[in-house]
């Protein structure tokens, strides 16, 4: 096959103890799936399970012990960090079964969903699709690969993040509000998942602005953690 224009780089993640990579598909993000993050954002109600996407092009990978530099985009003047249990699917399915959940996921990382927060809202309130606030270039950070088969599927494990070495985020898995078994067999109700698609599973309270020179890590229990600079 000839092609008319050249053909773009599919990123890919490193993997814990390998020198093998895992290419990514499809980024799938679910929203307020902690309570304590629909709670700084207003909401009070109930709200179904919901997610949104990001382009593939989107991701950039984290390699272990290393700076990851992120630019800040254009057009905002209020971009957020949000730490998220990343999911990586390893198995194609559709209308997965809760209980067989786990039989299709890879592994797990650390991820970021990071947000023009100023965009994302103006988005809401002229009630427009939220791509212009969350399908952002450099805004899916995403760490090394820990695969399912050496730590299993943990449902609880410390999530945190530090801006310039001060703790914002600071909570556990075990607050999901739909656990990863839910949120697959939810997603595969919709899409049909394939190995490489890769799941942000929601972010919980503590979300805030960044800028141009600070220091973001994040980490998720005995995940590999990640370190981003912000550039401009």
Same mark, same amino acid.
């Given at each position: 096959?000839?092609?008319?224009?050249?053909?773009?780089?599919?990123?890919?993640?490193?993997?814990?103890?390998?020198?093998?990579?895992?290419?990514?598909?499809?980024?799938?993000?679910?929203?307020?799936?902690?309570?304590?993050?629909?709670?700084?954002?207003?909401?009070?109600?109930?709200?179904?399970?919901?997610?949104?996407?990001?382009?593939?092009?989107?991701?950039?990978?984290?390699?272990?012990?290393?700076?990851?530099?992120?630019?800040?985009?254009?057009?905002?003047?209020?971009?957020?960090?949000?730490?998220?249990? #990343?999911?990586?699917?390893?198995?194609?399915? @559709? $209308?997965? %079964? /809760?209980?067989?959940?786990? &039989?299709?996921?890879?592994?797990?990382?650390?991820?970021?969903?990071?947000?023009?927060?100023?965009?994302?809202?103006?988005?809401?309130?002229?009630?427009?699709?939220?791509?212009?606030?969350?399908?952002?270039?450099?805004?899916?950070?995403?760490?090394?690969?820990?695969?399912?088969?050496?730590?299993?599927?943990? #449902?609880?494990?410390?999530?945190?993040?530090? @801006? $310039?070495? %001060? /703790?914002?985020?600071?909570? &556990?898995?075990?607050?999901?509000?739909?656990?990863?078994?839910?949120?697959?067999?939810?997603?595969?109700?919709?899409?049909?998942?394939?190995?490489?698609?890769?799941?942000?599973?929601?972010?919980?309270?503590?979300?805030?602005?960044?800028?141009?020179?600070?220091?973001?890590?994040?980490?998720?229990?005995?995940? #590999?953690?990640?370190?981003?600079?912000?550039?401009?």
């Amino acid at each position: 096959m000839k092609l008319a224009i050249p053909a773009w780089d599919i990123p890919t993640l490193p993997i814990v103890g390998s020198t093998e990579r895992i290419p990514v598909r499809r980024v799938f993000c679910m929203g307020l799936n902690y309570l304590d993050h629909k709670r700084e954002m207003g909401i009070t109600g109930d709200v179904p399970p919901f997610v949104f996407t990001k382009a593939v092009n989107h991701v950039v990978p984290c390699e272990a012990n290393e700076t990851t530099a992120i630019r800040y985009p254009s057009k905002t003047g209020d971009y957020q960090w949000e730490c998220e249990y #990343t999911v990586v699917i390893g198995k194609r399915g @559709a $209308n997965i %079964a /809760v209980e067989r959940a786990n &039989d299709h996921i890879w592994g797990y990382a650390v991820g970021l969903d990071m947000t023009r927060r100023d965009l994302q809202l103006w988005a809401k309130n002229a009630s427009l699709p939220w791509e212009i606030g969350k399908d952002v270039e450099q805004s899916a950070p995403v760490g090394p690969i820990t695969p399912a088969s050496k730590m299993g599927h943990p #449902t609880s494990g410390a999530l945190w993040l530090k @801006a $310039n070495g %001060a /703790v914002k985020q600071k909570s &556990d898995i075990n607050q999901l509000i739909l656990p990863v078994t839910g949120i697959i067999a939810f997603l595969s109700e919709y899409y049909t998942l394939e190995p490489g698609d890769i799941i942000l599973t929601g972010t919980p309270a503590g979300i805030g602005p960044t800028k141009v020179g600070d220091i973001i890590e994040a980490g998720v229990g005995e995940l #590999t953690p990640i370190k981003l600079r912000v550039t401009s």
